[in-house]
């Protein structure tokens, strides 16, 4: 179960572990068990660690959060804690 | 003691002291700024769509890979990395080589506001670290960032948006290096996004202008701090080698001058200055009406410098070279051995294919490739027609001062309209204060004919004749006529025909005259010669008869006595 790609991919950028990132780290996490539970993975790139890999997914704001599967590619930057802009970025129907 | 030595030391120093800058290796930029672009600052670019902004500044940076060894940063916010590299293709600049040998990043940042969402605070980190590490990748000094203000559309928190720029620009200086940003132009402000606000150090506003549908693109530095720079709108061209900026009016009036002096190449016309020809390096300006044979005097003094092995320059605003090397063939000048031979180059185009400047920049580079030793524009009053007469004076003043600069020599035709007086045209008006020597030729009308005068009206430094010369043209050529003084003045065409032909009866009656006198004295003589024959036969029969009568007396006494003796002895 969990070596299958996940049904939803996301990818956090950010630059060092500065409050704005660890806050949206704990954000998208809380949002995915919400409503993604089970079905999703996150990968976090640290850009001063791996910088050339900003051009990839023409990174320019930090923290952003890529939604790299399923297609199309979303981005949202901030640190995430609009909950509301999150899941419309992420187009992601709330449970209820 | 101490004191004395040490004051001058100082003052040096200070004197010594010169602004960092770098060099942006743009024709004319580094002229106008002094030097470049402040070193280790950054750089707003700011002027309306398609003015050339994104072209400078990738000259900036491959200029400084190319002649400084400074690698650079290309990051563009508007066209991709491949449109770039095909864009500056075109001017010669080789983007592909130039990252494949590691001296030049692109990075081309794309911002979609469909694809981005924002949700909270966030900073422009990625765009620090991308920044940064295409720095760190080519040691670069030079960065570019093609035009930064679309982020301002790809995102919406404007208030983070201002404070990271400011942060990207101090986070520039200090890295140290040269920055150049440029800006869409504002209605209000220098750019759309108020970026000057950031980047004060040096401001430089491109404009496109079209003024009665000829375009001048023009270049300003609007401020520079800790630098004097040159404050006027400089005229810029975009040409196969990108941009050349124009900074004529910086240059000073401190030329060389030379008391050398050239050959008019026009027989007769030399002898009418008095050192047998104009200065090295000066100007003249031939003026005349119509049909003066104005571009026959500029072609002789072409084939005159090139036979001396001058380089020579011809513009012509009137006429396609080959036309004027037929024309010129016709009274007996070859100007196309000379093409081949290299020392003369006739560059014809229309007046008003270009603004004036671009007139200039094209000498100016013609000059610079070309290094010729003569000039001759022919005729510089078609220049009117693409300029007011502030703007064409303004250009020839620059021109002139260009030419004088390189030690050129230069003749300058002008066309003006007839008049009966001798009052200069709008050509000659702004032109003749600032050249060196001026002769005009003029039609001389009378008589029911036309015919050719020249003559000087200054000579800067020289002594000159002042005759009007009566010349011809023929096939063999321009030909100086001596001067004919009649009763009224000079004489010309058909009086001085006439003149000659009176001078030529008058001569031959006097011969004439003598002739008859001659045969007068002659037969004067004869007759006395007669008269005397006359009278000696006149005398000698008088004699004759005396002689006779002498006898006759003589025998007659005889006679006498003989019979007295005769009537005695009968006695």
Redesign the interface.
Same mark, same amino acid.
Request: a negative charge; proline letters at 0%.
């Given at each position: 179960m969990r070596k299958e790609p996940a049904e939803w991919q996301l990818l956090l950028y950010i630059a060092g572990q500065t409050p704005k990132s660890i806050k949206a780290l704990s954000n998208i996490k809380k949002y995915a068990e919400e409503h993604l539970a089970g079905k999703y993975s996150i990968e976090i790139i640290d850009l001063l660690v791996n910088p050339q890999l900003a051009e990839g997914d023409q990174i320019l704001a930090v923290p952003t959060l890529v939604r790299k599967f399923p297609e199309p590619i979303r981005k949202i930057i901030g640190d995430l804690s609009n909950e509301e802009r999150v899941l419309v970025g992420l187009n992601i129907k709330p449970l209820k | 003691m101490n004191f004395t030595v040490q004051k001058p030391k100082a003052s040096q120093t200070e004197a010594d002291f010169k602004f960092p800058k770098t060099p942006t290796g743009v024709e004319g930029l580094d002229e106008i700024t002094e030097g470049g672009f402040p070193k280790g600052r950054p750089t707003l670019i700011c002027g309306g769509a398609g003015c050339g902004k994104t072209l400078l500044s990738m000259q900036f940076l491959i200029k400084g890979i190319t002649e400084f060894g400074e690698p650079g940063v290309f990051m563009s916010f508007e066209e991709p990395s491949n449109d770039l590299s095909m864009n500056v293709r075109s001017l010669g600049f080789d983007l592909e080589k130039l990252k494949a040998e590691k001296k030049l990043v692109v %990075?081309h &940042? #794309?911002?979609e506001r469909s +694809?981005?969402? +924002?949700?909270?605070? !966030?900073? *422009? %980190? @990625?765009?620090? &670290? #991308?920044l940064? !590490?295409a720095i760190d990748t080519i040691k670069a000094k030079r960065v570019v960032l093609d035009t930064l203000e679309s *982020?301002f559309s @790809? *995102?919406d928190n404007q208030a983070i948006l201002r404070a990271e720029l400011r942060r990207l620009f101090h986070w520039l200086k200090e890295r140290g290096v040269t920055a150049v940003i440029t800006g869409e132009r504002g209605e209000a402000t220098l750019t759309r996004q108020g970026l000057e606000e950031y980047v004060s150090d040096c401001v430089i506003m491109l404009d496109h202008r079209v003024i009665e549908q000829v375009s001048t693109r023009r270049l300003r530095v609007i401020k520079y701090r800790g630098s004097t720079h040159g404050t006027n709108e400089y005229p810029f061209l975009i040409d196969e080698d990108g941009i050349s900026v124009l900074p004529i009016t910086s240059l000073k009036l401190d030329n060389e001058v030379s008391s050398e002096t050239v050959s008019t190449g026009v027989p007769g016309l030399d002898e009418m200055f008095e050192k047998r020809g104009i200065y090295r390096g000066s100007n003249i300006l031939v003026s005349g009406t119509a049909g003066t044979a104005k571009t026959t005097i500029a072609a002789y003094f072409a084939n005159e410098q090139c036979l001396k092995k001058e380089k020579t320059v011809y513009f012509a605003f009137e006429e396609s070279p080959q036309q004027l090397v037929r024309n010129m063939k016709s009274i007996g000048i070859d100007l196309e051995k000379h093409i081949k031979s290299g020392y003369l180059e006739i560059h014809s185009s229309r007046p008003s294919l270009n603004g004036l400047e671009l007139h200039l920049l094209t000498l100016r580079k013609m000059i610079k490739d070309f290094k010729p030793t003569t000039v001759i524009i022919d005729p510089i009053s078609n220049l009117i027609t693409v300029g007011s007469m502030h703007e064409v004076r303004s250009m020839l003043v620059r021109l002139i001062d260009m030419l004088k600069l390189n030690n050129i020599t230069a003749l300058f035709t002008s066309l003006n309209k007839q008049t009966d007086d001798l009052r200069p045209d709008l050509a000659e008006e702004s032109v003749s204060s600032l050249v060196d020597t001026w002769i005009t030729v003029r039609d001389m009308e009378g008589l029911g004919e036309r015919n050719r005068g020249v003559f000087i009206i200054k000579s800067r430094g020289m002594g000159h004749s002042n005759q009007v010369r009566e010349f011809i043209i023929s096939n063999k050529g321009i030909q100086l006529l001596d001067v004919e003084l009649g009763p009224n003045g000079i004489l010309t065409g058909a009086a001085r025909k006439s003149h000659e032909l009176n001078k030529k009866v008058s001569k031959l009656k006097l011969q004439d005259e003598l002739e008859r006198k001659d045969r007068e004295i002659a037969r004067r003589k004869k007759v006395l010669q007669a008269n005397i024959e006359a009278l000696q036969g006149e005398f000698e029969s008088a004699v004759e008869e005396l002689t006779i009568l002498k006898a006759t007396e003589e025998l007659k006494s005889k006679a006498l006595i003989n019979k007295s003796t005769d009537k005695a002895k009968k006695k």
């Open positions: - | %990075d &940042v #794309r911002v +694809e981005i969402e +924002e949700a909270g605070e !966030y900073d *422009l %980190d @990625g765009l620090f &670290v #991308r940064g !590490y *982020l @790809g *995102l």
